[in-house]
């Protein structure tokens, strides 16, 4: 589990947002023209038959939704999987309003969406979660309204937050700290540590319409704020993927295939 099946050559990408310029004999839901945006891969553990890198890719219908107009190709673009991940975790663990929920590594492109989600969406007392001092610090208490941050530089967060969290999501490959922080009977996930499944279930996205037009609503009402470090051009993919690589990235990296 945690590895995705390649045959190269091989697109690139999941998350997608633009035109449509072609509709399936049994499409109803959409039509040429229409605004949409997802991710195009039915299962992201899955093989990979197809990828979003590209000026035309096919997107399934049943796990595209309509684009909401006041936001952006870009924005669209850079929500998806990380916005359907979080509600995975939240919903398979049991949120439910006023529960304090911890998400490790909340700077990234996962943790800085669901912390909004957690928050607005699923009505969270409380959330948490971990960020160096200063820059990051501040990211997270304005992008995803953190109400606690520990600086895991120089702090213990399992210590600090100990039997703190009714649920718990693992972006960071630190479940043990984790499982620290979770109560008795609360519901840790991790989508970083497939080897530990006695301490948190692992998992990998499914998308489904549910979800996504789930994140088209949230957008449209602005529960959820697209939260974007760079857009690079086409020409400039490969360093959008090195710069991701190297780990300084605060929210996600989209990639503008045509203006």
Same mark, same amino acid.
């Given at each position: 589990m945690g590895i995705v099946e390649t045959s190269f050559p091989v697109v690139v990408g999941y998350d997608v947002a633009g035109v449509v310029e072609e509709v399936g004999k049994d499409v109803t839901d959409f039509k040429i023209g229409d605004r949409v945006f997802g991710d195009i891969m039915p299962q992201s553990n899955g093989v990979k038959v197809r990828g979003g890198m590209a000026e035309f890719c096919v997107a399934p219908a049943n796990i595209i939704a309509i684009l909401p107009e006041s936001i952006s190709f870009e924005e669209g673009a850079a929500v998806p999987v990380a916005a359907m991940t979080a509600m995975q975790a939240f919903t398979d663990t049991g949120a439910k309003p006023g529960d304090n929920i911890f998400v490790s590594g909340g700077a990234g492109g996962v943790g800085i969406h669901a912390l909004q989600i957690a928050k607005n969406s699923y009505g969270a007392g409380e959330v948490a979660t971990t960020a160096s001092a200063g820059k990051k610090t501040e990211f997270v208490?304005?992008?995803? #309204?953190? +109400? =606690?941050?520990?600086? *895991? /530089?120089? $702090? +213990? !967060? @399992?210590?600090?937050?100990?039997?703190?969290?009714?649920?718990?999501?693992?972006?960071?490959?630190?479940? $043990?700290? @984790? !499982?620290?922080?979770?109560?008795?009977?609360? @519901?840790? =996930?991790?989508?970083?540590? &497939? $080897? /530990? %499944? +006695?301490?948190?279930?692992? &998992?990998?996205?499914? %998308?489904?319409?549910? =979800?996504? #037009?789930?994140?088209?609503?949230?957008?449209?009402? @602005?529960?959820? /704020?697209?939260?974007?470090? /760079?857009? *690079?051009? &086409?020409?400039?993919?490969? $360093?959008? *993927?090195? *710069?991701?690589?190297?780990? =300084?990235?605060?929210?996600?990296?989209?990639?503008?295939?045509? +203006?």
């Open positions: 208490k304005e992008k995803g #309204n953190a +109400d =606690r941050i520990v600086d *895991y /530089k120089s $702090e +213990d !967060a @399992g210590e600090i937050l100990k039997g703190w969290a009714d649920i718990v999501l693992d972006t960071t490959k630190e479940v $043990e700290m @984790g !499982a620290k922080i979770l109560k008795d009977g609360g @519901g840790i =996930r991790t989508i970083a540590e &497939f $080897e /530990k %499944p +006695d301490i948190a279930i692992p &998992f990998m996205l499914v %998308p489904t319409k549910e =979800r996504i #037009n789930a994140v088209a609503s949230d957008l449209a009402s @602005g529960k959820l /704020k697209a939260v974007i470090d /760079k857009v *690079y051009t &086409f020409e400039d993919a490969i $360093e959008a *993927y090195q *710069y991701q690589a190297g780990g =300084r990235a605060m929210g996600k990296i989209v990639v503008k295939i045509v +203006d």
